[in-house]
Structure formats: structure tokens, C-alpha cells
């Protein structure tokens, strides 16, 4: 009876086991996104060149490019994989003549003595028709729209179209026709398309600034006069635009002029020059912006 007694009385609670909890989980930092954004300058464009084989024999490889103009070009073909050296050799091959169409008869309504197709043409055969979308690294082209003059920035569509537009200065060249709007020059909004590598994502932007000082160039021809219109109207945009990047590469090529094809070895090695000068700079502020986490995994592109 005991027993059974005891049976009856309190149970004691049941004992519940510790459950281990793991730590929060902290998404490391993603790597730096280098943006290099090559500004416009005619011929000057091949500096552009000299300045990525630079980049690249420092082990310094963008993740996102821009270009206006002149850099388009050099960004469209620098988006699709090649390297420096196989830049470099492409353009010691390129024959002004592919890229020049003369519309005739002169002083259409269009303004402009070249139509572009040439290039638009040359820069889609290069790139094997590539979509802009469609390229290695992440590729934006400025151009101006002529009606309203404000900035667009090509990020889908057609690449040569895309550069034709974007290197299109007024009364050079025709403006470019895309779903009903008219382009004209990305020089006369964003000479060095700074702003727009950000707008892509980049967090350390490293600008090359190929414009002349207008004052030190020499103006032989019509096309001269224009080109050094252009470069005048964009001055006071360049110098705000060029202050929001990090590093600034100015190739140093003070007497040649924007249809100096001939020059183009100069140029390269200019622009292989400019970024030697600034690498001890540029590696310095690179590296203190890779000591700061950017962003979690998984943010925006």
C-alpha cells in the first residue's frame, strides 16, 4: 500500500537538454570593384591603351568599364577580354581609312561630313557582334542625347552603335538615331565618365584624362576647330567630374591633335608613362580602400 501510495505523489518535471545556438552569421565583405573610366580626346584615345598594359603588369585588373568618345572605344574592345598587349597590337594595325565614311553631299541637316557607320561597323566586327549586355566585364557608354542634353548611359543594345553615339562631336560626325532619340558626344556631358563607373557599382575609380588644355593645341582645319569647341565646352564638367575619382591618370601628350593618327605610338607609351608616375599614389589609396569592407555579399552589382 506504500508503494502505491508513493505512486500518487509529485513527478518531478522533466529535465529539458541544452540546445547549442550558433553564432550569427556575418556575410564577409566582397572584394573591391576597380572601375576605370576613359574619357574622350579623337586620337589621343590610344594613350587609353598604354595605361590598361600599365594596369596590368601591376597586376591591376578593373571589374568595370566605361568610356566616353574615344574611350568608348577603347572600353567596348577592353570589355570584350583582350589585354593590353593584344590592344596594342590591334592598333597598330588599325587603319584610319575603316573608320571614316563620307556622307555626301555635304551640309545635310545633319551637321556632319562623317556618318559613323564606318566605325559602328568596325567596333561590332571587333567585338564579334556583341551586345553590350553580353561582354566580360561590365561595360557603359556614355553619349548625350540632342534634344535634351541630358546624359545617357548605354549599358544594353548594340556596341558599335553604342560608341558611334557616344563618339558622334557635332558637326564631325551625324548624329545617331536610337528608338527615336538622337546622340550626339558623351564629351559634352561627361568627358571622363567617372560618375557613370559609380553608378555601376565601382567603389574605387581610377579616370584617365586624355583632353588637351585647349590653349595648347593647335586648331588646323575644321575638324580642329570643332574638336577644340568640344573640349572647351566640357572643361568646367571634366574638373568636377575628374574630382570625384581616386586616382587620375593624365597622359602627357600637350602638342598632339585630335586626328593625329600617326602618333599613335606616342601615345600608347604616354599613357604608359602617366600611370607609372602615379602607381606609388595609386597603390597606396588602393590598398587603404581594400582595408574598409565595401558592401556585404549579395548587395547590387
Not at 94 to 100: C, H, K, T, V, Y
Not at 156 to 172: D, H
Not at 234 to 262: C, E, H, T, W
Request: glycine fraction near 10%.
Amino acid at each position: 500500500m506504500l508503494l502505491a501510495a508513493c505512486s500518487f505523489g509529485p513527478k518531478p518535471a522533466p529535465v529539458t537538454p541544452p540546445v547549442a545556438t550558433a553564432p550569427p552569421v556575418t556575410a564577409p565583405p566582397r572584394p573591391l570593384r576597380i572601375g576605370l573610366a576613359l574619357g574622350g580626346g579623337a586620337a589621343r584615345g590610344f594613350a587609353h591603351i598604354g595605361v590598361i598594359k600599365a594596369l596590368e603588369a601591376q597586376g591591376i585588373h578593373p571589374e568595370i568599364v566605361t568610356g566616353t568618345s574615344a574611350g568608348s572605344v577603347v572600353a567596348a574592345l577592353y570589355a570584350t577580354g583582350l589585354n593590353g598587349f593584344e590592344l596594342n597590337k590591334l592598333a597598330l594595325t588599325m587603319d584610319e581609312a575603316s573608320i571614316a565614311d563620307w556622307a555626301l553631299p555635304f551640309g545635310t541637316r545633319f551637321g556632319g561630313w562623317l556618318k559613323g557607320e564606318a566605325l559602328q561597323n568596325y567596333v561590332n566586327r571587333l567585338v564579334k557582334n556583341r551586345p553590350i549586355e553580353a561582354m566580360k566585364l561590365p561595360l557603359g557608354i556614355v553619349a548625350t542625347d540632342l534634344k535634351t542634353g541630358e546624359r545617357i548611359l548605354f549599358r544594353r543594345g548594340n556596341t558599335g552603335q553604342a560608341v558611334r553615339a557616344s563618339s558622334s562631336v557635332p558637326g564631325v560626325f551625324q548624329p545617331v538615331s536610337i528608338a527615336g532619340h538622337d546622340y550626339v558626344d558623351g564629351g559634352l556631358v561627361e568627358p571622363v565618365p567617372v560618375d557613370a563607373a559609380r553608378e555601376m557599382g565601382a567603389d574605387f575609380v581610377i579616370a584617365v584624362n586624355i583632353s588637351a588644355d585647349p590653349s595648347s593645341q593647335k586648331n588646323n582645319g575644321q575638324s580642329g576647330v570643332l574638336l577644340q569647341t568640344t573640349a572647351i565646352m566640357g572643361q568646367s564638367i571634366n574638373k568636377m567630374s575628374l574630382a570625384r575619382a581616386d586616382v587620375v591618370i593624365r597622359p602627357d601628350l600637350p602638342d598632339m591633335g585630335g586626328s593625329d593618327f600617326a602618333s599613335r605610338n606616342r601615345a600608347i607609351l604616354a599613357g604608359e608613362q602617366a600611370t607609372a608616375a602615379v602607381l606609388a599614389t595609386l597603390r597606396e589609396k588602393l590598398a587603404l580602400a581594400r582595408s574598409r569592407p565595401v558592401a556585404t555579399v549579395g548587395a547590387a552589382p
